[in-house]
């Protein structure tokens, strides 16, 4: 199986090349629509310095079980109608969005950019929070 692939990838290199540089761009442009993604440190770093807020995106009930302290919770399908909530932050602070695995806080983040609000996103949502042995509170 793999002696067919490098056979192909020598003899359509070309073909090769051009899937790669598509891949990367790909890539790219997924990684740069949600914002920037910041670590768990880099979390923690704004909000002790008062200049980032968490938002949590989870639903009440996983909201409940667990969340990073100080986390404000703006269920995902109520966002848009509660986004007026943030406006008092809009020029004082980062608003970190939060979810449970990553997949929908970019979202969320280029919907905040475009409305002129300092956004990103929590790389790994809450589950890289508790793989880091970071603390939730209930």
Request: aromatic share 6%; hydrophobic share 45%; no cysteine.
């Amino acid at each position: 199986m793999v002696a067919h692939l490098i056979e192909f990838a020598t003899n359509h290199y070309l073909l090769v090349a051009i899937f790669v540089v598509l891949l990367v761009l790909l890539i790219v442009t997924e990684a740069r629509k949600g914002g920037r993604s910041l670590s768990t440190g880099e979390l923690t770093a704004l909000v002790n310095s008062d200049k980032g807020l968490v938002i949590d995106i989870r639903s009440t009930k996983d909201f409940s079980a667990g969340h990073i302290v100080g986390a404000l919770n703006i269920p995902q399908d109520k966002f848009a109608a509660r986004t007026g909530e943030l406006a008092k932050h809009k020029a004082s602070k980062t608003l970190i969005i939060v979810d449970a695995n990553g997949q929908h806080a970019g979202t969320i983040a280029r919907e905040l950019l475009k409305d002129g609000y300092n956004a990103a996103k929590l790389s790994g949502g809450v589950s890289s929070w508790k793989a880091d042995n970071l603390p939730l509170v209930k």
